[in-house]
C-alpha cells in the first residue's frame, strides 16, 4: 500500500503538490494534527473518521519532502490507505495490509483514461477496475474483454468479446491469467460475452508493449485479472440480472482479520425463457449454419461460471490465498431432414483452474511472490449421423490441455526508490487434439500429443531515482527442454519528461509463444468452434512463434485534456496457416512465415465536468508472407484493419449515466472469387485483394443507481444498453470452409454484424 501511496502522488502531472518539497517534521505528533499540519503546507483537504486516527502518532525526521513521500510515510507507519478524489482532496481510510498485491501496484501517469477506472500506467500498461468503472457505450456493466476494446488499438472485427486483434495479433497470441492461472477459453457464447464476472474482479491490467519480463507465454498481449485480496470486515452480497443471464455473489469473513471467503456464479436462463437480447445472440451465432437453415432442427445451448477464493493472513509478514475458477459451455443440435435421416451435434467446451499464492513481507524493502497454478481446457465435439434409428457415424473431435505452472519472485526497493525483480517460472504444457472417425474418411490433421516443459528466469531493474527519465529494462530467458531451445527476451522502457505534462515513451521487446491455435476445416453441420491449440516443437515445420517490437510515442495530460501517441513496428516470425486458409490444393500441409505491421494509435479526451468525450484512431499496415503460398510473395494479412475511430461521450450526475458511442473501420480484408457457370467451382482473384464495405455502428448506455435501504446500507441499479442503435447491417468477414482434399466443394460463408439489439440490467447489493 505505501507504494500505491507513492506513486498516485508522485506520478499523476495534474497533481502539481506531489512534486513539492517542503520542510516537515513531526515527533510523536498525533496524526489528527499532522493532517492538519500537511493541509496547510500543501494546500490539499484530508477527510478521514476519527477513529481510524483515535491514540495515534507519528514520527517523521526532519527534512523536505513531498506530499507523496509523507503519506507513504504514515501509510507504512500506521497501516492508512489514503484516495484521492480530486486534485486536491484526499479521504483517508483503515488500511489492509494485502488489499493489494506488491505484483499489481502500478505507477499511474493518467487517472480516468478514457473514464473513471482506467489507468494508464508509467510502464505503459493500463489498469482497468471494473468496480469503480463508468458506463461505457454499448455496455449495461463492466465486461472485462468488452471494455478493452475500447482502448486504442485495440479491436475485435468479429464482435466478440474474445476475438481481440491487439496490434494485428492474433486473439490467441493474447495471453489471459486469471489469479494467476492461464485460461484457454475465455468466453461464453462462442466468445460473445467474456466469462469472467466483474462483480468480483478487483482489477484488470492490459500490456500491449514494454511488456514486464514476468509475463512470457504470448506475442501480442497481456490481459491479467485479479481478484480482491482484501479481508472485508462484514459480508458483501449482491445479485443481478441482464438479457442473457443472472449472477450472485458473495464476499464474507469467516475469521476476523484471518480469513474471508469468495463466492461466485452465473449462468444463462436459455432453457427457462429466451429473451430478445438472447435470441439475437444465437442468430449471429448461428448464421450461415444448418441449423437456421431448417425449420427441423432444435437446439439448446447455455453456460455457467463459479469462482471461489479463500483469503487468509498468517500475520502481518505472511498472506495465503486460493482460487478456483470453473467456464463451461455446452450446446446440443438435432437436424432431422426426415424421418429416417437425422444429424446431431454434441459441443462441449471447458475451462477448470485453481492458484495457491504466497505473499512474504521479509522487510519494508524486500518481498516475495511465489505461485502455483494448474489450467484444464477441454473440447470435445461430436457430429452422429443416424438413420432408421441405427448410428451410421460418429464423428470425434476433442482438444485438451494440461498447463501446469510455478513461479517465484523476489522484489526489492532501494532508498532512493528504484527496484530490482529477480524470478523463476517453471510452466509444464500437454496438449493434444484428435480426430477420429466411425469410417474411413480422410481428415486434415492426424491425432497428437505433445508435452513441453520450459525453465524461464528473468529480472527487471526499475530506475527512478533519475530526475528527468524512468527506465525499466528487463531480461527473460526460456528454456524449452523437450525442444533443446534457449530463447532470450530483453525487454526495455524509457519514460522522459519533456515538460511538467509531456512526457516521451520509448519501449522494446522480443517474446516467444509455443502454444497457438489452428483453424481447422473439416466440414461439418456447425462449422462454428474450428479452432485447435497445439504446441510448437521448434522444428521447421512447426517452429516457437517470435516477436519483435519497438514503439514510441508521447503522453500529455493537463487541465482535463489527455493526449496520447503511440507508433510502432512488429515482426513476428513462425505463423502458421494451413493450406485451404489461402486455397491451396496440397494435402495436410501447414506453411509458415512472418508478418511485419507498422501502425499508430491515437487517443484524444476531454473532461468537461460532468461530461467526458474521447476520440481514439488506429493506422496499421500489415503483410504476410508464406512459403509456397502466392509464390513466396507478400500479401495483405486477414487481420489487417487498415483504419478504426471510435468516438464516446459520457455524461454523468450522482445517480445517473448515460454514453453514447459511434465505432467506424475500413472492412476487412477478403479473397475476390467468382463460380465458375460451367460446374459450380469457386475462382479466386488473389488473397485479400479485396476490403469487405466499411463497418460502423452506434451504441448507447444508460444506469440509475438508487438506494433501496440507507440504515441497511442496500442498494441497486437499473440500465440498459442499445448496440448498433441504427440497425446498420456490417459484413464481418468473407470465409471459405471445406475439406482440404481435391474436387471436393469449398463453401463461401459470410458472416454479418449483429441486428440492434437490447439489453438490460438490475442488481441488488449491499
Do not use: C
Not at 184 to 210: D, R
Amino acid at each position: 500500500m505505501r507504494l500505491i501511496i507513492y506513486f498516485i502522488f508522485l506520478l499523476i502531472p495534474t497533481l502539481a503538490f506531489s512534486q513539492k518539497k517542503t520542510p516537515i517534521y513531526f515527533n510523536s505528533t498525533p496524526v489528527s494534527e499532522a493532517f492538519s499540519i500537511l493541509e496547510k503546507k500543501y494546500e490539499v483537504k484530508i477527510s478521514y473518521a476519527d477513529s481510524i486516527l483515535k491514540n495515534k502518532v507519528i514520527t517523521y525526521p526532519e527534512q523536505s519532502s513531498t506530499l507523496a513521500e509523507v503519506l507513504d510515510h504514515i501509510s507504512e507507519k500506521l497501516n492508512i490507505d489514503f484516495q484521492l478524489i480530486s486534485d486536491r482532496y484526499i479521504v483517508a481510510t483503515q488500511g489492509n495490509l494485502y488489499q493489494n498485491t506488491s505484483r499489481q501496484l502500478a505507477e499511474v501517469v493518467i487517472t480516468g483514461y478514457l473514464t473513471t477506472g482506467i489507468a494508464k500506467n508509467k510502464d505503459a500498461s493500463f489498469t482497468l477496475k471494473p468496480k469503480q468503472l463508468e458506463i461505457l457505450p454499448g455496455l449495461t456493466e463492466a465486461d472485462v474483454l468488452e471494455s478493452i476494446q475500447e482502448l486504442p488499438g485495440v479491436i475485435s472485427p468479429t464482435e466478440t468479446a474474445t476475438g481481440l486483434i491487439v496490434r494485428g495479433g492474433n486473439s490467441d497470441e493474447n495471453q489471459v491469467i486469471w489469479d494467476g492461472i492461464n485460461i484457454y477459453h475465455n468466453g461464453h457464447l462462442f466468445g460473445m460475452i467474456s466469462a469472467f464476472n466483474p462483480n468480483i474482479t478487483q482489477n484488470v491490467t492490459f500490456i500491449n508493449k514494454g511488456t514486464n519480463p514476468r509475463y512470457g507465454d504470448r506475442v501480442s498481449s497481456v490481459i491479467d485479472i485479479a481478484t480482491d485480496n482484501a479481508l472485508v470486515e462484514k459480508t458483501k452480497m449482491g445479485f443481478g440480472l441482464n438479457g442473457v443471464s443472472g449472477d450472485a455473489y458473495l464476499n464474507t469473513p469467516l475469521v476476523k482479520d484471518k480469513l474471508s471467503l469468495m463466492l461466485s456464479y452465473r449462468k444463462s436462463y436459455e432453457g427457462l425463457f429466451e429473451t430478445s437480447t438472447f435470441e439475437k445472440i444465437e442468430q449471429k451465432i448461428y448464421q450461415s449454419t444448418k441449423i437456421y437453415d431448417t425449420g427441423n432442427s432444435e437446439e439448446s445451448i447455455y453456460f455457467r461460471d463459479y469462482n471461489i477464493k479463500l483469503n487468509y493472513v498468517v500475520n502481518k509478514n505472511n498472506f495465503l490465498s486460493a482460487s478456483f475458477i470453473h467456464i463451461d459451455n455446452d450446446l446440443e443440435h438435432n437436424n432431422t431432414l426426415s424421418d429416417e435421416e437425422s444429424f446431431r451435434d454434441v459441443l462441449d467446451t471447458e475451462n477448470n483452474g485453481y492458484s495457491f499464492n504466497w505473499e512474504k513481507k521479509w522487510s519494508n524493502n524486500v518481498k516475495q511472490y511465489s505461485k502455483i497454478s494448474r489450467s484444464n481446457y477441454l473440447l470435445n465435439y461430436n457430429f452422429i449421423k443416424t438413420e432408421d434409428e441405427t448410428q451410421l457415424s460418429d464423428f470425434k473431435k476433442e482438444n485438451l490441455i494440461k498447463d501446469t505452472d510455478f513461479l517465484t519472485e523476489l522484489a526489492i526497493q532501494s532508498k532512493s526508490n528504484n527496484k530490482i525483480s529477480l524470478g523463476y517460472q517453471l510452466t509444464n504444457k500437454n496438449v493434444s487434439y484428435s480426430f477420429t472417425e466411425t469410417t474411413s474418411l480422410q481428415y486434415v490433421l492426424d491425432s497428437k500429443k505433445a508435452t513441453v516443459n520450459t525453465h524461464a528466469l528473468y529480472g527487471n531493474y526499475s530506475v527512478r531515482s533519475l530526475k528527468s527519465i524512468d527506465l525499466d529494462l528487463g531480461l527473460r530467458a526460456n528454456y524449452y527442454s523437450e525442444l533443446g531451445k534457449i530463447k532470450v527476451e530483453p525487454r526495455f522502457l524509457a519514460l522522459k519528461n519533456i515538460t511538467d505534462y509531456l512526457k516521451l515513451q520509448v519501449t522494446g521487446e522480443i517474446k516467444n509463444q509455443i502454444i497457438s491455435q489452428i483453424e481447422e476445416t473439416v466440414l461439418s453441420d456447425l462449422p462454428i468452434e474450428n479452432k485447435l491449440w497445439r504446441l510448437a516443437d521448434g522444428s521447421n515445420t512447426s517452429p516457437i512463434i517470435n516477436s519483435k517490437q519497438v514503439s514510441m510515442g508521447l503522453l500529455f495530460h493537463k487541465n482535463g485534456w489527455s493526449f496520447d501517441l503511440d507508433t510502432y513496428y512488429k515482426n513476428v516470425n513462425g505463423i502458421s496457416t494451413l493450406s485451404l486458409g489461402f486455397l491451396n490444393s496440397n494435402l495436410n500441409r501447414f506453411h509458415y512465415g512472418e508478418q511485419k505491421i507498422i501502425g499508430s494509435d491515437v487517443y484524444l479526451k476531454k473532461d468537461f465536468n460532468t461530461i467526458k468525450t474521447w476520440i481514439s484512431y488506429s493506422f496499421n499496415n500489415i503483410d504476410e508472407q508464406f512459403n509456397g503460398i502466392n509464390n513466396n510473395v507478400a500479401f495483405t494479412s486477414g487481420n489487417e484493419i487498415k483504419q478504426a475511430l471510435s468516438i464516446s461521450t459520457a455524461y454523468k450526475t450522482q445517480k445517473f449515466q448515460i454514453a453514447l458511442g459511434w465505432k467506424w473501420h475500413i472492412g476487412k480484408p477478403y479473397s475476390i472469387s467468382t463460380i465458375d457457370a460451367l460446374n459450380g467451382n469457386v475462382i479466386f482473384n488473389g488473397i485479400n485483394t479485396g476490403n469487405l464495405p466499411n463497418y460502423h455502428r452506434l451504441d448507447l448506455s444508460a444506469v440509475y443507481n438508487f438506494s433501496i435501504s440507507s440504515v441497511s446500507n442496500i442498494n441497486g441499479k437499473i440500465g440498459f444498453s442499445i448496440r448498433n442503435l441504427y440497425n446498420h447491417k456490417n459484413h464481418l468477414s468473407k470465409e471459405y470452409l471445406g475439406n482440404n482434399i481435391p474436387n471436393d466443394p469449398i463453401i463461401v460463408i459470410d458472416k454479418y454484424s449483429l441486428s440492434l439489439i437490447p439489453n438490460f440490467l438490475l442488481r441488488i447489493y449491499w
